[in-house]
């Protein structure tokens, strides 16, 4: 691996481990496969992007119905 490489696996690993709340850990992601790496990583995203995506109509919902 070039040493630019290495930093962009750390960082996705670091997203992985973080962003999965602690259904990974570093060494299992850092073993893992790159194929099945990409397959998570793809899943994190989605599933944040849903979360994120939930919350704004959340969000719309109460600031719609106002101060109480």
Same mark, same amino acid.
Not at 12 to 24: H, L, P, T
Not at 36 to 56: G, S, V
């Given at each position: ?5 290495? &930093?962009?696996? %750390? %960082? ?19 073993? /893992?496969?790159?194929?099945?790496? !990409? ?8 599933? &944040? ?5 939930? /919350? &704004? &109509? %959340? ?8 101060? !109480?």
């Amino acid at each position: 691996l070039k040493p630019s490489n290495k &930093k962009d696996i %750390h %960082h996705q690993i670091f997203q992985m481990v973080y962003g999965s709340e602690g259904a990974f850990d570093f060494t299992s992601i850092y073993n /893992m496969p790159v194929y099945l790496k !990409r397959f998570y990583l793809n899943l994190l995203i989605e599933q &944040k992007t849903k979360e994120e995506e939930q /919350m &704004k &109509k %959340h969000q719309a919902k109460i600031n719609k119905a106002g101060p !109480r």
